[in-house]
């Protein structure tokens, strides 16, 4: 069965999504959707789209549409996903998947009473790397995961436009950034819920109306613990997006350089298991990591199974985003 894929938005995701799109065997790229003309048209001949509409509205009143890809400004996700999902059409939609818990919330209730599958575009999740850790954890090596550090920061650089207004972004660089490095440290752990939550949260290197700056205490169920740092325009971070360190009862493992640390304490000596993964990455964030991600939601839709991750991988993360704030606002560790 062909599928027909529409796309919401034409910004630099969307494209990358459109090119792994079509990597994938039987799908049509069909529709694109935007409200800037100029814009619409350059995607629409850059992907040999033939449909244009100016709202998701439009395109589901045409119909004739079974997958809308959303990469669109924060605050277009929940209600271009919801009015997808009611009109049975799989969405996946680019993180964060909401402005808050509430909207988050709403869309997994969309999915769940029509049917159509929802996956939030947590892009990790596919990569190589990210994958040889992750394997190294089922597999016993590490033992039980005591905590985690990861790193959700651009160095001497931020983005601008929409991301930087509230209204548009709901948050700044924890919401852009810092929520990579939550996703990561879930997944590694195995998803487990969040108990408490303690943020401290500024705005220190810009005049923007949202943060630039975050520092997260994560307290999970089992037990572990994950320390998260978000930013903008920071002059330093220890590590590229989505780096990761583990701290297991039996070794170490680091994200980005990638590497495995086992020790001897009766001999005194430390292995070290090397991948073979280059130390500097030539493209951080590279097209096969979205291929692998639209492939597994395409696999999903054909298969009727639930995309992971899916709108209750990314409800959780909105929920730590949130108590977050809360946390930074009161000065308090908040429950979940």
């Excluded at 990561?184 to 943060?211: C, E, K």
């Excluded at 292995?271 to 696999?299: L, N, S």
């Amino acid at each position: 069965m062909t599928l027909k894929i529409a796309f919401s938005g034409t910004g630099h995701i969307s494209r990358v999504h459109a090119r792994a799109a079509q990597s994938v065997d039987g799908v049509d790229l069909v529709a694109v959707v935007n409200h800037q003309s100029p814009s619409m048209a350059d995607y629409a001949a850059q992907f040999d789209i033939s449909r244009q509409y100016a709202t998701v509205q439009e395109l589901l009143r045409a119909g004739d549409v079974d997958v809308l890809i959303v990469s669109t400004p924060n605050y277009l996700h929940a209600p271009q996903a919801i009015a997808a999902l009611e009109a049975r059409v799989h969405v996946m939609v680019e993180k964060p998947m909401s402005l808050n818990t509430r909207e988050a919330e709403r869309m997994l209730r969309a999915s769940k009473q029509s049917g159509a599958k929802l996956m939030v575009a947590h892009c990790w999740r596919f990569d190589e790397e990210v994958n040889w850790i992750k394997q190294q954890i089922d597999d016993g090596k590490l033992g039980k995961i005591l905590r985690t550090k990861g790193y959700g920061v651009h160095v001497n650089w931020g983005p601008g436009g929409w991301f930087v207004e509230a209204r548009y972004a709901g948050g700044g660089a924890l919401a852009d950034m810092g929520v990579h490095a939550i996703d990561v440290a879930r997944y590694f752990l195995g998803d487990p819920q969040p108990l408490s939550v303690y943020a401290r949260i500024s705005t220190d290197y810009t005049n923007y109306d949202v943060d630039d700056s975050g520092a997260l205490w994560i307290n999970w169920a089992g037990g572990a613990t994950s320390i998260v740092e978000s930013g903008w325009w920071w002059p330093h971070a220890d590590g590229p997006e989505a780096s990761t360190q583990l701290y297991g009862s039996k070794a170490f493992a680091q994200l980005f350089p990638t590497r495995l640390e086992v020790p001897d304490r009766v001999a005194e000596t430390v292995k070290t298991i090397d991948p073979g993964f280059p130390p500097v990455r030539e493209e951080q964030c590279p097209q096969i990591m979205y291929d692998r991600q639209m492939a597994h939601f395409i696999g999903c839709i054909r298969e009727d199974l639930r995309p992971n991750p899916g709108g209750a991988e990314g409800l959780v993360n909105m929920q730590i985003i949130d108590a977050a704030f809360e946390s930074s606002r009161s000065g308090q560790v908040i429950y979940l």
